[in-house]
């Protein structure tokens, strides 16, 4: 039987780094500590949890699958919580405050939802002692194994579903520091919606649905890797020559013919004349009669001197007509074109650039020197928004006004920019930065209304 080797919690964060780095943005925490204790400890935890398990026979069966899979479940399941509402039926003020629990119970959730599942399908033995693995007894495998390697061999028949085992298993995995943190409805909905049921019968909580899909959505995608769905993109960047041979044609400057010298053109022109009257006299003498006129031809000039005639004028149009860059550059063209309009200067690829905003719209929309003293400690969103809402004032594209109050903002301007009313109220509210909540509006404070538009005298 196959030994396998196990894998280091590190070793999996940094494989599987873009994922996380997604939650991270996700989870949408002030400060790096808080998303350290919070988030980072607990899939580290998942990490050592699975070491290089596989997850099933059938979904995510490489080497690291178990993980792998714990990963993509926490990030699909966050990204659908994103447009959820939960705690409708709360007052607003308690509302606020239990949202964000139930985005970290949604991750809690999903990332301990499958913390049975090899142990389900798998017999896991340590190559020391010839021991089994058991996560109830032993707890995660990757301290267990304890750099010993492994075989792994398939049940003959894949152990129940049992819903209380793998909440205790996720009790065992988070800790009881992390749960405290949570109300106890917020902990009811939590285990309940731990390994949730795929086909829940009666009603069935926001946590439950919203983890339930983003497993279902891990599993999909999976196998459709697995079959190989997915069309390959193939597009081959054009280079900039090939891009400006599309877009204008080049007028091709006609040679200038080479002017002969003065006394080149002298002896040539001599030269004619006197081939020309000795061609003439003998046949007036002996025949009179017409003779067939042979062409004249220039006779060779002296070594160093060349007599050139003068190009014709249809040459000389010829070559000054349009002609497009793929020709003039030897370049063959991907399709004929139709004749288009009359051509224009060759566009450069390098000097197409944006149009510049003028400079006061530029000084209107740059951040005052106040920015980050005003908002430090906000959430990244936030940042952004006063950064948008202040560019799109500027440029006339956002309507706000200044009332006796503070700044005036309707909340469906807020919501055009993806955050919500009820989190910018939030975080407003809690510095001091708010000072009204309406139903339609939003009244910021002077000194927070200064970052979109400048008070006026």
């Not at 005639?309 to 370049?331: D, F, G």
């Not at 993806?418 to 139903?439: I, P, Y």
């Amino acid at each position: 039987m196959t030994l396998h080797a196990s894998t280091t919690s590190d070793a999996l964060m940094t494989q599987h780094q873009r994922r996380v780095d997604l939650i991270a943005q996700c989870a949408n925490e002030v400060s790096k500590g808080e998303l350290s204790r919070k988030w980072m400890t607990v899939l580290e935890s998942c990490a050592a949890w699975f070491s290089s398990l596989p997850l099933s026979p059938d979904l995510y069966r490489e080497p690291g699958g178990a993980f792998r899979c714990t990963v993509e479940t926490a990030f699909y399941s966050m990204r659908l919580a994103g447009g959820q509402k939960f705690g409708t039926n709360l007052p607003s003020e308690q509302r606020r405050r239990i949202e964000p629990q139930y985005n970290y119970a949604v991750f809690l959730a999903a990332v301990c939802s499958r913390l049975d599942e090899p142990f389900r399908y798998f017999v896991i033995e340590r190559d020391r002692d010839q021991q089994a693995w058991n996560p109830s007894v032993h707890g995660a495998v990757g301290p267990w194994l304890g750099g010993s390697e492994y075989r792994v061999s398939r049940r003959a028949q894949p152990l129940a579903v049992e819903r209380m085992r793998t909440g205790m298993l996720a009790q065992v995995l988070v800790g009881s520091g992390l749960l405290s943190e949570l109300d106890g409805e917020v902990q009811s909905d939590l285990f309940g919606a731990i390994n949730p049921n795929m086909q829940p019968l009666g009603a069935e909580s926001l946590l439950h649905k919203v983890v339930r899909q983003g497993v279902s959505t891990a599993d999909e995608f999976d196998r459709k890797a697995q079959r190989a769905v997915f069309a390959p993109v193939q597009f081959d960047v054009p280079s900039a020559v090939h891009v400006a041979a599309e877009l204008e044609p080049v007028v091709a400057v006609a040679p200038v013919p080479d002017q002969p010298s003065p006394s080149a053109a002298t002896v040539g022109q001599s030269a004619l004349a006197g081939a020309s009257s000795t061609a003439a006299a003998p046949q007036s003498v002996s025949d009179p009669a017409p003779a067939p006129v042979s062409p004249v031809s220039v006779p060779a000039a002296p070594s160093g001197m060349t007599a050139e005639l003068p190009p014709e004028p249809s040459a000389v149009s010829a070559k000054a007509s349009p002609q497009p860059l793929h020709e003039a550059l030897r370049i063959s063209p991907a399709t004929k074109t139709a004749p288009s309009a009359p051509s224009q200067p060759a566009v450069d690829p390098s000097a197409m650039r944006s149009p510049s905003q003028p400079t006061a719209d530029r000084r209107e929309s740059a951040p005052p020197a106040a920015f980050d003293e005003v908002l430090k400690g906000v959430p990244n969103l936030v940042r952004e928004l006063f950064q948008a809402l202040r560019e799109d004032v500027a440029a006339g594209k956002a309507s706000v006004q200044w009332s006796d109050q503070g700044l005036v903002l309707p909340k469906r301007l807020v919501g055009g920019y993806g955050v919500s009313s009820s989190t910018l109220v939030e975080h407003m509210r809690k510095r001091s930065l708010m000072v009204a909540d309406e139903a339609g509006q939003i009244t910021l404070t002077p000194r927070a209304g200064q970052l979109i538009l400048d008070r006026p005298a």
